[in-house]
């Protein structure tokens, strides 16, 4: 059963079209990856998805519900935002950032009741952040501050997680840690992914790590091909995308089947 | 707890020396609880004087400190104060307005300060809105702009005041002052002062969320447009309330929530309370040091930062600027 599901969907910023007759269904507990070069529409897919922004013409249905007639309070039941950066305006405690993934649940004029706190500080835990609780978050590393997003994401207790870039400022072992989390969330708990992301390595990691994972490659506006990792990231599609020569190479080892792409060089 | 034990203490302090027995007098027969009458001199100063003053220093200090703390949140900026969005800027153009028009101790002072103050909020917030949303830094262009145009306007009025009557009494009122505090004028502002700050204080969870990027807290649920407005009209209601009454008394609503901040942390749910009770409590202080340390009155909007400053450099050096 598709989650989200979009039909021609397009969206545009006045005359501006940024996204031209989306089409795509996000099926319970996958991992769907949205891959593109810069300024493809990657981004402003994802906030239409959220309902952030409303399409201009065809529909994004949640759930079958059509995401315009939603509410905020009830889309944050269904979806939870991982942002690509974090701007951090105060110096909250890291439990009092989780905390607001419980917004949804609590009324406009109430505070978070205990078990918000119990479910946050659990959240806090899944990403292995539970020491960091009373730390001001200001002081946490780009890689500590993405998890604590996971961990807020979680606190909102959604069954999708919506990723934009999640990884783009974290270094080689933060991005593989962080990458590992989300592996860990979807096998224990059955949640769905989709992330917007630079790099089709991850489509392959999510894929080698055994989770069901399906690649947008998206291009100009729309979605330039849609299927599994080895069906869509092939050296054809990178040549004609990124103008780029590759090499996918698949590697058998003790665990499994390895396959990555290799960039190998631009073409003018 | 602080503030009603300050504006019991203000009871006993003032250039009209009374003794505890005096003073307890005067509540007494005024309470009910009590027969014998004391002087008309001490009731005089005790419950038309002192006592008033003394909550209405509680109520503006608080309602500042807290509008104050809830726009910095809002604004996701520090550096913003209770006048952000031009009320007190607003609120003088009226205020000088009414002075000429209708002269210095009528109760359109009040009315005029406190319309043209909500005025200037939602003239800011028209030129702030895009479409339909409120990005932070146009509504901050929209309050710079606003403020710069009263501010020119009290200017013109100053300019062309008579210089013998209006002039002065328009200049004092910029200054702040709770001079002219009596029971019925605190009744009247404490509505939108109690309203505004009774509602921050009930939403300040939220104003977390609010301090966050407007997409993501539209991701966690919050209907950004709704709050965000109720949080401004709260604050802009406790800000114009206090400001009606008191004149502009400046850094109480930019530096009282820093205070808080290094006193008890951002989170806002512990945050607002504390600048509420500093806040009420620095300016009953502050009108007991105004009212007393010369034989006429001086200036509020003088004494809070000359006294607040040195308090806030000892808070920062002991602190270090913690987490900032």
Known sequence: ???????????????????????????????????????????????????????????IRLRGRDIRSMKAVEIARELAYIPQAHEKPFPYKVIDVVLMGRVSYTGLFSLPKKEDRKTAEEALERVGMLSFK??????????????????????????????????????????????????????????????????????????????????????????????????????????DIFKIKSKLIAHQWEEGKLKQILPIKTYG | MAPFLLIFISLFIGRYPLSMGQVIGVLGIKTGLSATAPLPIHINVVWDIRLPRAILG???????????????????????????????????????????????????????????????????????????????IMLVLGGVVVSSIFSSLVSLLKYIADPYEQLPSIVFWLMGSMASARFKDIAISAIPMGVGMAGLVAMRWRLNVLSMDDREAQALGVNIIFVKGLAILFATLATAGA?????????????????????????????????????????????????????SEIPLGILTSIMGAPFFVYLLKKTKGRGW
Not at chain 1, 159 to 164: E, G, N, R, S
Not at chain 2, 99 to 116: K, N
Not at chain 2, 257 to 268: A, E, T, Y
């Open chain 1, 1 to 59: 059963m598709s989650i989200i599901e979009a039909e021609k969907a397009s969206f545009s910023y006045g005359q501006q079209n940024v996204l031209q007759n989306i089409s795509m269904k996000v099926r319970e507990g996958e991992m769907f990856c949205l891959f593109g070069p810069n300024g493809c529409g990657k981004t402003t897919l994802i906030q239409c998805l959220l309902g952030i922004l409303k399409t201009s013409s065809g529909t």
């Open chain 1, 134 to 239: 009373d730390k001001p978050y200001t002081q946490l590393s780009g890689g500590e501050t993405q998890l604590v997003m996971v961990a807020r994401a979680l606190a909102q207790q959604t069954p999708v997680l919506v990723m934009d870039e999640p990884t783009a400022h974290l270094d080689f072992r933060n991005e593989l840690g962080f990458l590992e989390t989300i592996v860990r969330l979807v096998k224990d708990t059955k949640i769905t992914v989709v992330m917007a992301t630079h790099f089709p390595n991850h489509a392959f990691y999510f894929e080698n790590s055994n989770i069901e994972s399906r690649v947008a490659l998206m291009n100009e506006k729309m979605f330039y091909a849609q299927g599994r990792p080895d069906e869509v990231l092939t050296e054809y599609n990178m040549y």
């Open chain 2, 243 to 295: 400001v009606c009454v008191s004149g502009v008394i400046g850094w109480v609503g930019l530096v009282v929530p820093h205070m808080g901040r290094m006193l008890s942390g951002n989170d806002n749910t512990v945050l607002v309370p504390t600048c509420l009770s500093i806040g009420a409590g620095y300016l009953i202080i502050v009108d007991n040091v105004a009212r007393t340390l010369t034989g």
């Open chain 2, 58 to 136: 509680a109520l503006v200090g608080g309602s500042l400190a807290v509008s104050g703390a809830a726009f910095q949140g809002l604004f996701r900026n520090p550096l913003v104060s209770s006048g952000v969005l031009g009320v007190s800027a607003g609120a003088g153009f009226g205020a000088s307005l009414a002075i000429i028009l209708f002269g210095s101790d009528t109760f359109y002072v009040y009315a005029f300060a406190f319309c043209f103050g909500i005025l200037a909020v939602v003239l800011s917030y028209v030129i702030g809105t895009n479409y339909t949303s409120t990005p932070t």
